[in-house]
């Protein structure tokens, strides 16, 4: 018992004395001290790597090391999921390093930061409009770069974020029948994000919407609600004449004929009876 607990207290002692041989001494060379953060880093300890780069940007400004560190202190950021963090010092490597050739890497993966802070849509959606702009930015800086289409299909995911988002916002309107709100936001579905998958989807709503608002407005409004039913069905043929929910928005489309033509006899027939 004795000799076995002799012998952890020894590994103990060996593990503790090769870890502090690992980190960064008072007194240690800039190569010494990069050399050891890239030890770190090397073997995926990416906390502790950050601590001994940014150690290393202090000491070594203005050298090669200190460039070196400041890349790594990035990417050590980035491989330990602090994005904030990540993004903060590949931007700052990219103001000091401006004409280094993996400022292109630094700008993706400042983007791809955050990109990775997007949320999901229910909540603020500031991250995901930041990640967008750097995105766009990207591509538009570096039009041959091996990113593009990645950052394009990045920006298509997030747009579609947004759109559900604004979607979900006119459901809320739908469901509280608040038919103008609602109108609005399925609008703006289909106006900013037409791309989205939440666009076809906000058009049929919109049909269902104005007939529903019609139904119950005073007779006066109802003609132009019915027909503004009629030309959001238009404007889904036009947009999305192959959508598998034509058959839906068609059945949609029919109701509001019906109606907006038993209000246009019945206003027809009034002044006869009268």
């Not at 292109?104 to 791809?112: G, I, Q, R, S, T």
Request: aromatic share 14%; hydrophobic share 35%; with cysteine.
């Amino acid at each position: 018992m004795q000799s076995k607990f002799l012998f952890i207290l020894g590994f103990l002692f060996l593990f503790t004395a090769c870890k502090n041989d690992s980190l960064i001494k008072r007194g240690d060379t800039v190569d010494v001290a990069f050399e050891k953060a890239m030890a770190m880093y090397q073997n995926e300890d990416y906390v502790d790597a950050a601590d001994a780069f940014e150690t290393v940007t202090r000491v070594g400004r203005g050298t090669e090391y200190g460039q070196e560190a400041q890349f790594y202190l990035a990417e050590s950021y980035f491989k330990s999921r602090q994005y904030l963090l990540a993004a903060s010092e590949y931007d700052r490597y990219i103001s000091y390093y401006p004409q280094d050739e993996r400022r292109v890497d630094a700008e993706f993966k400042a983007a791809l930061c955050y990109y990775h802070q997007s949320p999901r849509y229910k909540l603020d959606q500031t991250p995901t409009r930041n990640a967008i702009e750097r995105f766009q930015l990207f591509n538009n800086r570096y039009p041959d770069s091996e990113y593009v289409t990645q950052a394009a299909n990045y920006i298509d995911e997030m747009r579609n974020k947004l759109a559900h988002k604004t979607y979900e916002g006119a459901q809320f309107y739908i469901r509280t029948e608040q038919y103008e709100a609602a109108i609005i936001y399925l609008n703006q579905t289909i106006d900013r994000f037409p791309e989205s998958k939440w666009a076809a989807r906000a058009l049929v709503d919109q049909v269902e919407t104005y007939i529903a608002y019609a139904d119950n407005s005073i007779l006066s409004k109802q003609q132009e609600r019915y027909e503004k039913a009629i030309e959001a069905y238009e404007k889904f043929l036009q947009l999305f004449p192959e959508s598998d929910m034509r058959a839906e928005i068609e059945n949609l489309h029919d109701e509001a004929l019906n109606k907006l033509q038993d209000v246009v006899t019945g206003e027809e027939a009034s002044p006869e009876q009268s």
